[in-house]
């Protein structure tokens, strides 16, 4: 591969990664060709873009932008790397490869992963990243618990205007009576 071309591709990386979110780099070392084409599969299904890149590559295109990555550096960005990139949300890439080591034990490890400039280092926050809210469900439940209030204060004025005109009603049938 010439300078320019490697030139072309971090350039290419760097845009990819200031525009996208959420990425996560993965190990798939481990997986032979029909497994590799089984997890593109899955990734082109669920609209994640699936790159293999070189370390020093990903190292250079990270470098260009504002959040710092040095961590990833030493940790991260050693041996075979897949870059998966999603658009939308943080949480598809987790659930992609938790689903796909469900059917395959021990073939794919999660290195590391930016969502929106937060990082994760290690397989070990898999979890962590499945359990992340996107900004889409936090809106709604903070919309959710400011309507909360409101509609209790409405329907205890609903509810107490029932009752008092139940207590006004017994009240003058007493009288009557």
């Given at each position: 591969m010439t300078k320019e071309e490697k030139g072309a591709i971090i350039e290419e990386l760097a845009e990819k990664f200031a525009a996208t979110p959420y990425f996560y780099i993965t190990d798939a070392s481990g997986l032979n060709v029909a497994k590799t084409n089984e997890l593109r599969r899955l990734c082109?299904?669920?609209g994640i873009e699936y790159r293999v890149v070189k370390n020093t590559l990903i190292s250079k295109a990270l470098e260009r932008l504002d959040?710092?990555?040095s961590s990833f550096d030493g940790?991260?960005?050693k041996g075979f790397s897949g870059v998966m990139f999603h658009?939308?949300?943080?949480?598809?890439?987790?659930?992609l490869i938790?689903?796909?080591?469900?059917?395959n034990k021990n073939s794919i490890?999660?290195?590391?992963?930016?969502v929106d400039s937060a990082l994760f280092i290690g397989h070990d926050q898999l979890d962590t990243l499945l359990n992340l809210k996107?900004?889409?469900?936090l809106i709604g439940e903070v919309i959710g618990l400011l309507q909360s209030p409101a509609k209790n204060v409405i329907s205890g004025l609903q509810s107490g205007g029932n009752k008092l005109a139940g207590i006004l009603k017994t009240l003058s049938e007493k009288e009557a009576a």
């Open positions: 082109f299904e669920r959040t710092d990555y940790t991260v960005l658009d939308e949300s943080g949480k598809v890439a987790a659930k938790k689903d796909f080591l469900k059917a490890t999660l290195k590391g992963a930016s996107s900004k889409q469900e």
